[in-house]
């Protein structure tokens, strides 16, 4: 499932085998691409003309104008909605002094030692969970103060895996 938030409202979009479904209703549209970031679409008999005005890949963002209409348009895929169910959806601007784990797993590598420097979505290590690999990557810059787990250690969740 994806979030789709358009001006303040917020819609579930999902797709099965007849198609999408936004909010769970079945959707069926025209879509025919006009030109690099324009659009011709018809839903219900009517006709829209689409045009892309801003992407920001990184934030997941878009300005989208509809018949001459904006709209502000923020996608949360799955991964997203899970780590925000996990608490890890911390804000851009709030400043992290640590790393928890987010689940209970192995460490099965560390990509950071005491004193490096990090950037936003740097990876920080290699957390194994249920079978598979996960990335923690750092949520902000910083510099890493201590590093409280080594290769091979098990950890439970909650707990303080680096400092910043």
């Not at 479904?21 to 829209?48: C, M, R, T």
């Not at 991964?79 to 192995?106: C, H, Q, R, T, Y």
């Not at 740097?122 to 510099?143: Q, R």
């Amino acid at each position: 499932m994806n979030k789709a938030t358009v001006n303040d409202k917020v819609f579930e979009i999902d797709s099965d085998e007849s198609g999408w479904l936004v909010n769970g209703e079945p959707q069926s549209w025209d879509l025919v691409q006009l030109a690099d970031g324009y659009f011709h679409i018809l839903y219900k008999h009517k006709s829209y003309r689409a045009e892309i005005i801003k992407t920001d890949p990184e934030t997941k963002s878009f300005t989208i104008k509809i018949n001459g209409t904006l709209y502000q348009v923020n996608l949360k895929n799955k991964f997203d909605l899970l780590l925000e169910k996990m608490g890890m959806n911390n804000a851009a601007g709030s400043k992290v002094n640590s790393i928890k784990a987010p689940m209970p797993g192995l460490i099965i590598d560390l990509k950071i030692k005491a004193g490096d420097t990090v950037k936003s979505g740097d990876a920080l290590l290699i957390l194994e969970a249920m079978k598979m690999e996960n990335i923690l990557k750092s949520p902000g810059e910083g510099v890493v103060k201590n590093v409280k787990v080594k290769k091979g250690d098990s950890v439970e969740k909650g707990q303080v895996l680096v400092e910043l």
